[in-house]
């Protein structure tokens, strides 16, 4: 796809986001089945169910897929998609490329050994191998704008107000 397929594709969406403003508002779900047998958690994607367990470093045996994992791939795939359309929008020539996320985690504060140590990621690194013969200072501007648009990178950012409840199944209080 070329950059005027792509405003052509996305131009009737931007005309009914700014003609109606709650339309643009889409609520994106996921769910997971807790294991019977295992300390996992059955997650549909979609396009396929995911089993994801404790990291080695908890105790787990790395036979399924650690959230944290998850977490790094879907920056990964966010970051990658918006690079391309920014580039795409932009007339930016990109041959190829690559997108690499990693993170720090203490396993400590998850295990509960120091509760000073922290629950989650310390630090995330975002790195992109461009293969382009674009200047630098075009270079600089995809990234920019990739950093702008990229909805997991701007969620890790700018956390929202995240609430977690509890029902019972069987609907005891």
Wanted: hydrophobic content about 40%.
């Amino acid at each position: 796809m070329d950059s005027a397929g792509l405003r052509e594709l996305q131009a009737p969406l931007k005309e009914k986001y700014r003609n109606q403003p709650e339309a643009a508002v889409v609520t994106l779900r996921a769910h997971g089945d807790l294991a019977d047998d295992a300390i996992a958690c059955r997650v549909e994607t979609g396009r396929a169910l995911i089993e994801a367990g404790l990291h080695p470093a908890t105790g787990g045996s790395g036979l399924e897929a650690c959230s944290g994992d998850m977490l790094l791939e879907a920056l990964v795939a966010c970051a990658g998609v918006t690079l391309k359309a920014v580039a795409t929008a932009i007339d930016f020539r990109l041959r190829g490329g690559s997108v690499t996320a990693e993170g720090d985690l203490d396993f400590r504060g998850t295990l509960g050994v120091d509760r000073a140590a922290p629950v989650g990621f310390r630090e995330i690194r975002l790195a992109f191998t461009l293969d382009t013969d674009e200047p630098a200072d075009r270079r600089e501007s995809l990234l920019r704008l990739t950093e702008r648009y990229c909805v997991v990178l701007q969620t890790l950012r700018t956390p929202p107000m995240v609430e977690a409840t509890c029902a019972s199944k069987g609907g005891a209080e």
